[in-house]
């Protein structure tokens, strides 16, 4: 390919008309659940932002939920009814329902038939996952008592670590059987541990899903935000393709990332509320880039926002297919 791909990172919920009008009809819940729906709108950003790959909809939440997490899907995002940093001995409490992820292989079925693009399945990391299962979800950004219960309860946190990462594995292994072309690991949340906890306890896990996609010739791209200098552990052992947040700059990154190793980012998804002048000149800045380094995909350095005009999207995306 003479240009590089292009997608986004939350391309399917949050911007699309097509979405929002779906959503007054169906919960979140409802469009995840149902296969047919969840299908639907995982085709439209390829449809109407012409990406380049189709991005399953569903959540990272699905894991806890698989293991018997009970979460409510407010307005505001997802409610855990019961924190597992609130109880005792938590990991006795889990117990794995592969059945729970049905309607994602379902959808993943219906989109393989029909796309046109790959098609990415996706996970949380282990961490980011425990996160949610330990805290619910943080008004502060940085997951304080799932820390502290890191810190106050070590071989419970990895024997817990041990069962997320167990059973996202089997969900991979799942959607590679379920038709995915690509599989991205979601760490949102690599910057809340020192980077010798994080590689010590988190990446070999990380490494561990990965392997397991990888070996049955999937590519995988890890997405470790935040992480900062920690960006030189990621060698080709850990995966194919390693997204940069919006705070890193990829000619640094790309200097601490082993070269086998592919790039995939990184815009400020602010960007896309300045006015088409601004945007053009940043996407320009990549364009140097591109050239000494083919293997990038280009994307955004986080998920997509909710309020960004659809029209600075879609001029975005065709800005970088004019590489
Ligand atoms: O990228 C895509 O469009 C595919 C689908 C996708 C969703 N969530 C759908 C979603 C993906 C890849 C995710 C990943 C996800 N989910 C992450 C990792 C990426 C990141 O943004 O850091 C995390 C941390 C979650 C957990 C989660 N899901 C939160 C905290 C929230 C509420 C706030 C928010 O981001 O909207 C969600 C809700 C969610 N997940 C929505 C969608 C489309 C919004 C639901 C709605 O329509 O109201």
Request: hydrophobic residues 40%.
């Amino acid at each position: 390919m003479k240009r590089p791909p292009v997608w986004l990172m939350r391309q399917a919920g949050r911007v699309l008309p097509r979405y929002r009008k779906l959503r007054e009809t169906y919960s979140f819940r409802e469009l995840m659940e149902t296969p047919q729906l969840a299908a639907d709108v995982t085709l439209m950003p390829v449809e109407d932002l012409k990406v380049d790959a189709a991005i399953i909809f569903s959540d990272i939440l699905t894991v806890p939920e698989a293991l018997g997490m009970e979460i409510e899907w407010t307005d505001h995002g997802p409610k855990f009814l019961t924190p597992l940093s609130e109880q005792k001995n938590p990991s006795e409490k889990l117990k794995f329902d592969g059945g729970k992820f049905q309607h994602v292989y379902k959808a993943l079925d219906i989109v393989a038939e029909k796309k046109n693009v790959p098609l990415i399945g996706f996970c949380g990391a282990p961490l980011t996952t425990l996160c949610y299962m330990l805290q619910g979800v943080s008004s502060k950004q940085n997951f304080p008592e799932a820390k502290k219960f890191f810190y106050q309860n070590p071989l419970e946190t990895e024997k817990l670590l041990d069962l997320v990462t167990e059973v996202s594995i089997e969900y991979a292994l799942q959607q590679v059987k379920h038709g995915i072309d690509v599989f991205q690991i979601f760490e949102s949340n690599a910057g809340i541990l020192p980077e010798d906890f994080y590689k010590e306890k988190i990446l070999p896990r990380v490494k561990r899903i990965a392997e397991k996609v990888r070996s049955k010739g999937v590519p995988v791209i890890f997405f470790p935000k935040g992480i900062g200098t920690g960006l030189n552990m990621i060698t080709y052992e850990v995966c194919d393709f390693a997204g940069i947040d919006w705070q890193t700059s990829i000619f640094q990154a790309r200097k601490m990332i082993d070269k086998q190793v592919g790039l995939q980012g990184n815009f400020d998804p602010h960007l896309l509320f300045a006015n088409q002048e601004i945007i053009a000149k940043e996407v320009e800045k990549y364009k140097p880039f591109f050239e000494e380094n083919p293997n990038w995909i280009a994307n955004l350095g986080h998920g997509v926002l909710a309020e960004t005009p659809l029209e600075n999207v879609k001029f975005f995306i065709e800005k970088i297919k004019e590489f």
